[in-house]
Structures are given as structure tokens and as C-alpha cells.
């Protein structure tokens, strides 16, 4: 079966999908707002209900300028501190039109680390200034397979510069995630709203 659309041919138009092809969907587990906090944790709902699981961070203002940062805990851990590998990189763009410039961050990334992983670049304190984007977490319930994830965001930084980070990884244990927490790399989220859901 071929994918049926009306007669103006627009995606959102379509009112059937080819045989074999399934839509996914998004499933709200849980919605937090910041309010000069100093971490955002999400424990519970992360368990082996869902393959995938997508954080959406909306307007994400911080008090000092600093990176929007994740960790997790296995199931039984006593802290955010799992093994990370990973890999960072932004482009950049500024508002005079005078400084574009593409570049890996060895800052910022993490080699067989249990820090705090940045996945998103970073912001100013400017009342006009945050950081969105979004994050996706792969099967973290397995207790055979390392933990992917992968990260993109767009955030507002001094200069005033635009900046896209690129930020993949993994958590380095085959024990289940059932824990993840969110802070800056200094200060605290002074505002903005982290939603978690399952992909369906």
C-alpha cells in the first residue's frame, strides 16, 4: 500500500502509511520546572516500558554562564556518577555576521569519565537568553548492552552568539539506568521546563 495523501500532497495530509511502516509515538511521563534549581532529577518511569526515551528542554535559563549538563544512576547506585564515553561539538554564529566557525570540544567530552556530561553549549545570563534541545536515551533498562545516548541543542551565549552542540555517548555499564539528573556546569536552572517521555 502506498502512502495516500490529499489532493494538495502535504505530509500532513497523509491517511495511510505503507504496509511495514509504523508510526511512533511520544508518551509524557513526566514534566519538570525549574525554579533556581539546583539539579532536575527524573526517578522514577525509566524502566523497561519503553526502548527509547526523549527529553525536551524548553527555554532553559540559567544563573551563571554556564553548559546544561546529565548523569545517570544504575538501579541500586547510591550516586549520579556512571562511566561515560562521549564525544562534543558546536557550531557557532554570531549576531555582527563576523565569526562562523565549526569545532570539537576536548572540554568537553569524556573519555571513560563519571562526571557530569554537557550536552548542550553554553548559555548567558541575559534575561532574553536560555538554551533548548532535546535528548534521547536508548534502552536503558539492558542489562546486556551499554547505554547510548545523543544530544542536540540551541543555545544563546554571550558575544551574542548562536550555538548548535552536537553531544553522543555512552554510559559504560550493563547494569539498568533508572536515574537521570540535569544541572549547569555552575550556579543553578533558574527557569525553564524539562519534559521526559517514552517513545511508543
Known sequence: MAIKTA?????TAITSLASGVSAKSLILLATETASSSATVSF??????????????????????????????NAAG???YNETITSTFFHASHDEADEYPAVAYR??????QGTGFQRIGFRTS???????????HLFNPSSTVFVKHFMSSF????????TDNAHVAGYFN?????????????????????IKMYGVA
Open 7 to 11: 489532493n494538495n500532497q502535504s505530509m
Open 173 to 193: 555499564t550493563t547494569s539498568a539506568i533508572d536515574e537521570i539528573q540535569f544541572k549547569m556546569s555552575s550556579g543553578n536552572i533558574d527557569a525553564g521546563v
Open 77 to 79: 547506585g547510591s550516586g
Open 125 to 135: 545570563t541575559d534575561n532574553d537568553m536560555s538554551t533548548s534541545g532535546t535528548l
Open 154 to 161: 540551541a543555545s544563546a551565549d554571550t558575544g551574542p552568539y
Open 43 to 72: 526517578t522514577s518511569n525509566i524502566d523497561d516500558t519503553y526502548d527509547e526515551y526523549v527529553f525536551k528542554f524548553i527555554n532553559i535559563h540559567a544563573s551563571a554562564d554556564a553548559f546544561i549538563s546529565f548523569q545517570g
Open 106 to 111: 576536548t572540554d568537553s567530552d569524556q573519555g
